[in-house]
């Protein structure tokens, strides 16, 4: 099949794109390299899918709606994943116009090039973090998502509200999948696992917000990985409805359109994940606690019944083998790639 993956040089993408690739399939990757952080990272995991025949990147940025429609309209896909935008909860609190450009600008202008291109599936990267004030325990999909606590979260919701509205006036088959705290090798600098190794490889302390009492909803990325796949190949209909007691489908009434969570539904506390991270590194580290941030939010917890009904599978691989896997890849790249 072919693919055109937003955010090919990215975390995700990256390994959605290889993953794909070493399955036969045809990838369009479009990325516009920005330097949110180092882009030598960016430009390694672009090199490495280069070694791929058929692997076709286009270098430029969302906003850019023509760039972006030829390079679709050229590609011809028969799925689109738009995983491509402005991440990060903290820094949307120093820049939020950035969130505005890339997840909202950017985002319709994907919305509107897959219209374009008559796209036979649509799947769209939102997150977890829409959930946002929501205190009822696991996120439900059906649960009530419209008290986002950054301009991060409130983007990608805006991002699903503007994807069901095409959806439902042009009948685009869309998949939007809320992922939850991904981590792995080839990971974000910015991200805790990345940073909390740096640091205590280099004899430095950590920080943990929260006072540490935080607990998150780890996903392994080839977990998330294995869910969009899969998803890819269930286009949302009548015909796949999840009948269910509880009511726990998402699937639209009006439009050919459904949001599904990928996690694992087993929130860890953050200071038993600095535990495993230091055991695996052989060293310990001190702490310093701080108080939780502007934006964050105490836990996250998915259901994760919708992806299991639909899929058969539910992410599985447990912190300690998660956490191996990437200090595994950051030894190895340490010299190259970190500063």
């Known amino acids: ?3 055109f993956i937003t955010g090919t040089a990215g975390f995700i993408g990256f390994h959605l794109a290889r993953r794909l690739l ?6 369009s990757g479009y990325d516009g390299m920005t330097p949110y952080y180092d882009v ?11 070694q791929f025949e058929t692997f076709e990147p286009h270098i430029a940025m969302l906003e850019d709606r023509q760039h972006l429609e030829d390079a679709i309209g050229t590609s011809r896909p028969d799925v689109i994943v738009h995983l491509a935008a402005q991440a990060g909860v903290r820094y949307s609190l120093e820049n939020p116009d950035a969130y505005i450009q890339s997840n909202l600008i ?3 202008n994907l919305l509107e090039s897959a219209r374009k291109a008559e796209c036979k599936h649509l799947l769209l990267a939102s997150t977890s973090s829409v959930y946002g004030a929501n205190d009822s325990i696991p996120f439900r999909e059906t649960d009530r998502a419209d008290e986002p ?15 069901h509205c095409q959806s439902h006036l042009h009948k685009i088959p869309t998949t939007v999948f809320r992922f939850f705290t991904v981590y792995g090798p080839w990971g974000r600098p910015d991200m805790a696992l990345f940073k909390f190794t740096k640091a205590i490889l280099e004899n430095h302390e950590i920080e943990i917000y929260g006072e540490g009492q935080m607990s998150r909803d780890f996903t392994f990325i080839d977990d998330l990985v294995e869910g969009i796949v899969r998803l890819s190949a269930i286009v949302p209909a009548e015909a796949n409805r999840v009948h269910d007691p509880a009511g726990i489908d998402t699937l639209s009434k009006v439009a050919p359109y459904r949001v599904v969570n990928i996690g694992g539904g087993q929130p860890q506390g953050l200071m038993d994940f ?3 991270l230091e055991e695996v590194l052989g060293k310990k580290t001190s702490h310093k606690m701080l108080p939780m941030q502007k934006g964050d939010v105490p836990r996250t917890f998915a259901a994760p019944d919708l992806l299991y009904a639909l899929t058969g599978y539910q992410p599985d691989t447990d912190l300690k083998t998660g956490i ?9 790249v340490q010299a190259e790639l970190v500063r």
Do not use: C, D, N, P
């Open 22 to 27: 070493e399955a036969g399939h045809q990838v």
């Open 274 to 276: 600095v535990t495993v």
């Open 40 to 50: 030598r990272l960016k430009e390694a995991r672009h090199a490495a899918l280069k």
């Open 149 to 163: 606590l950054t301009i991060y979260a409130a983007t990608k919701k805006s991002m699903e509200a503007m994807a």
């Open 1 to 3: 099949m072919k693919y």
């Open 106 to 108: 950017g985002s319709w």
């Open 324 to 332: 191996a896997a990437f200090v595994e890849w950051y030894r190895q």
